[in-house]
């Protein structure tokens, strides 16, 4: 069974920065798209960044520029560097591979002066 393991979520003020890790334990294949997602207050879940198994990543166009994703092969860890963070880039941030697994608890980030 696979299981994510989210941390490092906290208040930041704009324009601050923020290291998210996820652990990902659990039998999971090598090859699979590994994702951070995020919801905020009143919105849907969406898809901030992706790793892709080849190597690719790729982001939503609200954060490209600003956050990178990255992974810890040895650790199985999963990493969203946040940076330049905006009041809108609060919500509870959930990792998760592709196909989707069932969604761990999620790491709270909160932006504000």
């Known amino acids: 069974q696979v299981e994510f393991v989210e941390s490092g979520g906290a208040w930041m003020y704009p324009g601050g920065s923020l290291r998210l890790s996820c652990l990902i334990s659990?039998?999971?294949?090598?090859?699979?798209?590994r994702e951070w997602h995020r919801q905020g207050p009143g919105k849907e879940r969406e898809m901030v960044a992706r790793?892709?198994?080849?190597?690719?990543?790729t982001y939503a166009e609200s954060v490209t520029g600003r956050f990178t994703i990255s992974r810890d092969f040895t650790k199985n860890v999963l990493y969203l560097d946040m940076n330049n963070l905006r009041p809108d880039d609060t919500g509870v941030y959930y990792c998760?591979?592709?196909?989707?697994?069932?969604w761990g608890l999620g790491t709270q980030v909160t932006v504000s002066p």
């Open positions: 659990g039998s999971i294949f090598d090859r699979v798209d």
């Open positions: 790793f892709e198994a080849n190597g690719v990543r």
């Open positions: 998760n591979t592709v196909p989707r697994r069932p």
